[in-house]
Nanobody
């Protein structure tokens, strides 16, 4: 399994922005897909955004137009730019990667709190 380390979480006011980063231990092109999930207190973990090796992206309806997933192959890093954050965006955000053998790796998560 790959090692994934998230960073960039924190406290932000409603309407604000944050950028999460996920540093991978190896080349991100060794993964078929990488994604961001989130889990709010008392709720199930849900997909926020995903990017496939060919560059195709997929977003949850609740974040379309506000969140952007991207990657930097030179830095082996996945990003999630989050704009117009809402209180219900508060959650632990997890980075996920799936390799071509179907093995899934997870990061430990980054807390994002949206509050005034």
């Amino acid at each position: 399994q790959a090692q994934l380390v998230e960073s960039g979480g924190g406290l932000v006011q409603p309407g604000g922005s944050l950028r999460l980063s996920c540093a991978a231990s190896g080349s991100i092109f060794s993964f078929y897909t990488m994604g961001w999930f989130r889990q709010a207190p008392g709720k199930q973990r849900e997909l926020v955004a995903r990017i496939f090796n060919g560059g195709r992206t997929k977003y949850a309806d609740s974040v379309k137009g506000r969140f952007t997933i991207s990657r930097d192959s030179a830095k082996n890093t996945l990003y999630l730019r989050m704009n117009s954050l809402r209180r219900k965006s508060t959650a632990v955000y997890y980075c996920e990667a799936v390799d071509y053998s179907g093995v899934t790796s997870w990061g430990r998560g980054a807390q994002v709190t949206v509050s005034s």
